[in-house]
């Protein structure tokens, strides 16, 4: 298993940028596939980027494409997420997530989840 704690929420003007981390321990990082998914208010939880176990593929939704990038750094055991371009409708609660057998977008049952981290754009 794997414990994940976000990090580089907060609040931004829309058009700005901010950059998510995930730090990630247990078993091997390099092994899980990764991504992020959000919950806004009165919403559910959606998907929004994810990342395969040496960095590729990577998929993301249609919402964020072109504006988000997934990365990751398997020697420190980090995922980010690039947000730029922000918008007021990408405040949300970011959630990490992991699995160490298929994407988080196909296993969500199987997928470990971090606390998660407030993003909050302004018009």
């Known amino acids: 298993q794997v414990q994940l704690v976000e990090s580089g929420g907060g609040l931004v003007q829309a058009g700005g940028s901010l950059r998510l981390s995930c730090a990630a321990s247990g078993r091997t990082f390099s092994n899980y596939f990764m991504g992020w998914f959000r919950q806004a208010p009165g919403k559910e939880r959606e998907f929004v980027a994810a990342?395969?176990?040496?960095?590729?593929?990577?998929d993301y939704a249609d919402s964020v494409k072109g504006r988000f990038t997934i990365s990751r750094d398997n020697a420190k055991n980090t995922v980010f997420l690039q947000m730029n371009s922000l918008k007021p409708e990408d405040t949300a609660i970011y959630y990490c997530?992991?699995?160490?057998?298929?994407?988080?977008?196909?296993?969500?049952?199987?997928?470990?989840w971090g606390q998660g981290t407030q993003v909050t754009v302004s018009s």
């Open positions: 990342i395969g176990s040496s960095g590729g593929p990577k």
């Open positions: 997530a992991a699995n160490f057998y298929s994407t988080i977008k196909r296993d969500l049952n199987g997928n470990y």
